[in-house]
């Protein structure tokens, strides 16, 4: 499986650099169309929301296919989606409709880990697909920034100007997402190129009210499993917290550090930096028995973003990141291991990584919209820091007393 295992990871790196490129571009759009701030953590609002809606289909259509056909038809869809906003669809509608691939993505791309790997290579192989995913959002960040930045704007876009075919793309955003389009296609096909493996979980039915009332069992398994539930729950808590930090970094950079939205969208790349050292020390450290061991770290990293609001000077911002991306890595890749296993021995892959996106997702819409109303309601932007933090730290307590109550009863 070296080969195939080889595929699958660049195949996913080449996709969420994809992904990762495209949110930065069609934030650059929002602001190029004058849309209000607000409307920027909506925008990944917008992008999960097929993640939530299509959670009790996804599963199941992950299991009925071999996942490498699934990887490429998700590909497919993101390319449709990125086509459209390079049309001149609007951003929200063009990065929800990429959102249907990617949910379609998810429960294939790892589903399949378990598939090809025995368990006790989960954390290491889950090492190797957060720390490549990893890099795809350091380099989408890095790619990112450069593609909205002035330099495009001052050299490229004028040198296309002077064709007389450019394809319509006149502005540093639609030359973004002309590079995000070619990179879903090689994603798309490093996906057709990966061996099919066998179908594992083949349903008896296939309509809608079945499919609902699986996804429902399954939901209702892995939340009454003991070490999926903690899983569960500290999985989509690091989601919907660390997606609402990257979007919180753009805003506190320009007001703590000055930067600008090329600089502010490359300092969000540190956390990722530091996610990917974690993710191997927990690689490399901490076994699958032992998974539940870590979750002291969610506290402290907690306790550190509240550290955000004394940093004034690029350096310490850029030590203070990584630290919070290593804390972040460093319980996030056990905790997901432990997940897929446990998925992998009460259900089908695909069922299981469905319902931890419906409830990673879920945690996301509802940390943006408490993000986006914040900021409708004028509130500084260290104060969101200073909530946020809190939020992390009070929970990941709550998970981590909670789960030590359950051992003492066992």
Not at 79 to 92: D, E, F, K, N
Not at 138 to 150: D, V
Not at 243 to 256: E, G, K, N, P, Q
Not at 328 to 335: C, D, N, T
Request: aromatic share 12%.
């Amino acid at each position: 499986m070296n080969r195939g295992f080889y595929i699958i990871l660049s195949a996913q790196f080449f996709s969420s650099l994809a992904d990762n490129v495209l949110l930065f571009a069609a934030i650059a759009q929002l602001k190029n169309l004058a849309a209000p701030s607000w409307q920027i953590p909506v925008l990944q609002q917008f992008f999960v929301f097929a993640f939530i809606m299509l959670a009790p289909f996804v599963g199941a259509f992950s299991d009925a296919l071999p996942k490498g056909r699934v990887m490429f038809i998700s590909n497919s869809i993101k390319i449709v989606g990125c086509t459209a906003m390079l049309l001149g669809v609007h951003p929200l509608f063009a990065y929800g409709f990429v959102g249907i691939g990617a949910a379609l993505y998810s429960p294939a791309k790892y589903g399949i880990l378990t598939e090809c790997l025995p368990s006790h290579r989960l954390v290491w192989a889950n090492g190797w697909m957060e720390g490549l995913t990893v890099a795809a959002i350091i380099l989408g960040a890095i790619l990112g920034g450069l593609l909205m930045g002035h330099r495009v704007d001052e050299q490229v876009i004028q040198q296309l100007s002077q064709l007389n075919f450019n394809g319509g793309i006149d502005t540093a955003p639609e030359f973004g997402i002309f590079i995000t389009l070619w990179l879903y296609f090689l994603a798309a096909l490093l996906n057709y190129f990966i061996p099919k493996l066998l179908i594992e979980h083949k349903l008896t039915k296939r309509t809608p009210g079945f499919l609902l009332a699986d996804f429902w069992q399954s939901f209702l398994l892995l939340w009454k499993d003991p070490l999926g539930q903690v899983s569960l729950a500290v999985t989509s808590l690091f989601w919907g917290a660390g997606t609402s930090l990257r979007f919180i970094i753009l805003a506190w950079s320009a007001v703590a550090l000055k930067f600008d939205l090329e600089q502010a969208t490359q300092l969000t790349a540190l956390v990722a930096v530091g996610l990917a050292i974690g993710s191997v020390i927990a690689a490399k450290a901490v076994p699958l028995e032992h998974a539940v061991k870590v979750l002291p770290l969610g506290i402290a990293m907690g306790l550190v973003v509240l550290g955000m609001v004394l940093v004034t000077k690029w350096w310490v911002a850029v030590l203070m990141l990584i630290v919070i991306g290593s804390l972040a890595g460093s319980f996030l890749i056990p905790m997901n291991a432990l997940l897929q296993h446990r998925g992998h021995q009460l259900m089908g892959s695909g069922h299981s990584i469905a319902v931890q996106n419906f409830n990673e997702n879920l945690s996301i819409i509802l940390m943006l919209g408490a993000y986006a109303l914040m900021i409708d309601a004028g509130f500084s932007i260290n104060t969101i820091v200073i909530v946020f933090g809190l939020f992390v730290s009070i929970t990941m307590s709550l998970l981590t007393r909670r789960h030590g109550h359950d051992q003492d009863q066992d």
